[in-house]
């Protein structure tokens, strides 16, 4: 955001989320679709927030939407009812998705920051039979 | 939801409190988030009485505490609706941290503040303590001498606070029960006026309009905070006084009623002069109308807008008087009083050699009289004489013990 003097910005410590006017309901326009302002925390990554992350296996995944519904920073992405991928942009790594995930094994696991994606996805747990 | 209108007689008794309360509803304020504390209680359960009888059509929010009050009041204005409510004393303390947030976030809100001292010790009574513990808060302050002007200058603060090149919260302030308790005849406007004049809301950056949606409240750090509060001084400096001036004006063409951002009496012709605030505006324009029965040509200027303060309208009043009194109704915490400092302020890049000192008087309630006021005319009257100060800058009045002198 360019550093502007003091007479050049709208009062109020206020930001806008969109340029420009939006439908009124923008839950209509796909994510991809929407105008976000560069103040939006839509365009900010703040993945360095984060020191666990999940990785997703679609493999196990049956669209449950459980971790869509649970991620308190809406970072589960799914489209038409699909779980799609994680905003790793946004995800902060609390592992609540993880918990909620109701497949066996989970569709959703948590490995440290640095891990390779691949290599764990190779490496995934089977059913584990002695689940209650 | 439709509300009844209220008939008032062209001249009702009403105490400042009422007063108060009476402006807020012809207002037609969309939400009042309040907390009762005395002397300003009877504002807050006046205004909720009117609601329960169907004379208010907006919300009224009981909340858990002064904090709450002025959280669901910056809430609401941000949401982008009429918003005002009162308190006193301790509670004004209680929300002194949101009062920041609210003139930082650029929300009109009106807060009537019914004067009252701080404890310890505890006390009900009024002084303006909670006046000056927000004076750098940025937000206006108006000044009410009587329950007339507590109703005036309501009205006339939705006005200032709301307009779209303002943006500012704004205080009006009333001695705790000298005025706010003190019934008195008071000049009403017709609901349809009073409303008229106030204007209807203009929303202005709010978070219900949904085809704009905004963030309010944002954190900023040294690469922005330092431009949005310079931002908030230019426009109390430059843009308030100017807007203060046209409400006014439009005020007096309504009502016949003029008000002055610093209201002078007998000041032309004056040798000696007193400046205050509250009640004791009044008290001494009767002493000095009486001093100059006994030859000392007494004036009168009281303060009637706090902040901005009017540095330029102060010097311009007291240009030519020889001794000036300031008088702060605050305990003063090691320093002079505040009064005292912005008028020495207002004067010191100016020529002009007025003897200027100050007085502290009147806490928690303790009575300013008529012979209070005479001994410090005289006292005025040799400093005049003289050409110069000859007690010391500050001294105490009307407080039991050895004489308190300082500076
Ligand atoms: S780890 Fe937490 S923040 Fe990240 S996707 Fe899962 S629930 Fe959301
Ligand atoms: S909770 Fe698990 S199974 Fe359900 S959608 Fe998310 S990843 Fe798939």
Same mark, same amino acid.
């Given at each position: &955001?360019?550093?502007?003097?003091?007479?050049? =910005?709208?009062?109020?410590?206020?930001?806008?989320?969109?340029?420009?006017?939006?439908?009124?309901?923008?839950?209509?326009?796909?994510? #991809?679709?929407?105008?976000?302002?560069? /103040?939006?925390?839509?365009?900010?990554?703040?993945?360095?927030? #984060?020191?666990?992350?999940?990785?997703?296996?679609?493999?196990?995944?049956?669209?449950?939407?459980?971790?869509?519904?649970?991620?308190?920073?809406?970072?589960?992405?799914?489209?038409?009812?699909?779980?799609?991928?994680?905003?790793?942009?946004?995800?902060?790594?609390?592992?609540?998705?993880?918990?909620?995930?109701?497949? /066996?094994?989970?569709?959703?696991?948590?490995?440290?920051?640095?891990?390779?994606?691949?290599?764990?996805?190779?490496?995934?747990?089977?059913?584990?039979?002695?689940?209650? | 939801?439709?509300?009844?209108?209220?008939?008032?007689?062209?001249?009702?008794?009403?105490?400042?409190?009422?007063?108060?309360?009476?402006?807020?509803?012809?207002?037609?304020?969309?939400?009042?988030?309040?907390?009762?504390?005395?002397?300003?209680?009877?504002?807050?359960?006046?205004?909720?009485?009117?609601?329960?009888? /169907?004379?208010?059509?907006?919300?009224?929010? &009981?909340?858990?505490?002064?904090?709450?009050?002025?959280?669901?009041?910056?809430?609401?204005?941000?949401?982008?609706?009429?918003?005002?409510?009162?308190?006193?004393?301790?509670?004004?303390?209680?929300?002194?941290?949101?009062?920041?947030?609210?003139?930082?976030?650029?929300?009109?809100?009106?807060?009537?503040?019914?004067?009252?001292?701080?404890?310890?010790?505890?006390?009900? /009574?009024?002084?303006?303590?909670?006046?000056?513990?927000?004076?750098?808060?940025?937000?206006?302050?108006?000044?009410?001498?009587?329950?007339?002007?507590?109703?005036?200058?309501?009205?006339?603060?939705? #006005?200032?606070?709301?307009?779209?090149?303002?943006?500012?919260?704004?205080?009006?302030?009333?001695?705790?029960?000298?005025?706010?308790?003190?019934?008195?005849?008071?000049?009403?406007?017709?609901?349809?006026?009073?409303?008229?004049?106030?204007?209807?809301?203009?929303? &202005?950056?709010?978070?219900?309009?949904?085809?704009?949606?905004?963030?309010?409240?944002?954190?900023?750090?040294?690469?922005?905070?330092?431009?949005?509060?310079?931002?908030?001084?230019?426009? &109390?400096?430059?843009?308030?006084?100017?807007?203060?001036?046209?409400?006014?004006?439009?005020?007096?063409?309504?009502?016949?009623?003029?008000?002055?951002?610093?209201?002078?009496?007998?000041?032309?012709?004056?040798?000696?002069?007193?400046?205050?605030?509250?009640?004791?505006?009044?008290?001494?324009?009767?002493?000095?109308?009486?001093?100059?029965?006994?030859?000392?040509?007494?004036?009168?200027?009281?303060?009637?807008?706090?902040?901005?303060?009017?540095?330029?309208?102060?010097?311009?009043?007291?240009?030519?008087?020889?001794?000036?009194?300031?008088?702060?109704?605050?305990?003063?915490?090691?320093?002079?009083?505040?009064?005292?400092?912005?008028?020495?302020?207002?004067?010191?890049?100016?020529?002009?050699?007025?003897?200027?000192?100050?007085?502290?008087?009147?806490?928690?309630?303790?009575?300013?009289?008529?012979?209070?006021?005479?001994?410090?005319?005289?006292?005025?009257?040799?400093?005049?004489?003289?050409?110069?100060?000859?007690?010391?800058?500050?001294? =105490?009045?009307?407080?039991?013990?050895?004489?308190?002198?300082?500076?």
């Amino acid at each position: &955001m360019a550093k502007q003097g003091w007479d050049e =910005f709208e009062i109020g410590s206020l930001l806008r989320s969109f340029d420009g006017k939006i439908d009124k309901c923008p839950a209509h326009t796909p994510q #991809r679709d929407r105008s976000y302002s560069e /103040n939006n925390s839509h365009v900010a990554s703040v993945a360095d927030w #984060r020191l666990i992350k999940p990785v997703y296996n679609k493999d196990y995944c049956i669209d449950c939407q459980f971790c869509w519904v649970y991620c308190p920073d809406v970072s589960i992405i799914s489209r038409d009812k699909k779980m799609i991928g994680i905003d790793m942009d946004h995800c902060k790594g609390c592992g609540i998705c993880v918990e909620v995930c109701p497949t /066996n094994p989970k569709s959703l696991l948590m490995f440290p920051e640095q891990a390779d994606e691949e290599t764990e996805l190779a490496s995934w747990p089977t059913k584990d039979e002695e689940e209650e | 939801m439709a509300f009844d209108k209220m008939e008032l007689k062209d001249i009702e008794v009403w105490d400042g409190n009422h007063a108060a309360a009476q402006a807020m509803r012809q207002a037609q304020i969309d939400v009042v988030a309040a907390y009762p504390i005395t002397p300003s209680t009877p504002i807050v359960e006046g205004y909720a009485k009117f609601k329960a009888d /169907n004379y208010v059509e907006g919300e009224f929010v &009981m909340v858990e505490s002064e904090h709450a009050a002025m959280s669901g009041c910056v809430g609401a204005a941000a949401a982008g609706g009429r918003v005002a409510t009162a308190t006193s004393s301790q509670g004004l303390a209680l929300m002194a941290e949101v009062l920041y947030q609210a003139s930082g976030m650029r929300l009109p809100i009106v807060l009537n503040l019914v004067n009252r001292a701080l404890a310890a010790p505890l006390n009900v /009574n009024g002084d303006h303590s909670d006046m000056y513990m927000v004076r750098d808060s940025g937000w206006i302050q108006f000044d009410a001498f009587s329950p007339q002007e507590a109703y005036d200058l309501n009205l006339i603060a939705f #006005r200032v606070s709301e307009d779209h090149d303002v943006r500012i919260p704004a205080i009006i302030n009333q001695d705790g029960f000298i005025t706010s308790h003190t019934a008195q005849g008071v000049h009403t406007l017709s609901d349809d006026v009073a409303y008229n004049f106030v204007g209807e809301y203009k929303p &202005m950056n709010d978070m219900l309009d949904f085809e704009n949606p905004v963030t309010h409240g944002v954190q900023t750090e040294e690469d922005w905070h330092f431009e949005h509060k310079a931002r908030q001084h230019n426009d &109390m400096m430059t843009i308030v006084p100017g807007k203060i001036e046209e409400v006014f004006a439009d005020f007096e063409k309504l009502t016949g009623r003029k008000y002055n951002k610093v209201e002078c009496y007998d000041m032309n012709d004056a040798d000696v002069a007193v400046v205050c605030m509250g009640t004791s505006v009044e008290t001494a324009r009767e002493v000095a109308t009486e001093m100059r029965a006994k030859g000392i040509k007494a004036g009168v200027v009281g303060i009637r807008v706090f902040r901005p303060f009017p540095f330029f309208e102060i010097a311009e009043a007291i240009k030519d008087i020889k001794a000036v009194a300031v008088l702060d109704r605050c305990a003063p915490g090691g320093a002079a009083g505040t009064l005292f400092n912005e008028i020495s302020g207002s004067l010191y890049n100016t020529d002009l050699k007025i003897a200027l000192s100050g007085y502290i008087y009147g806490l928690g309630g303790r009575d300013l009289t008529k012979a209070h006021l005479v001994d410090l005319f005289n006292e005025l009257q040799a400093n005049a004489d003289a050409g110069k100060v000859l007690t010391q800058q500050q001294q =105490f009045i009307g407080v039991r013990g050895p004489k308190l002198a300082y500076l």
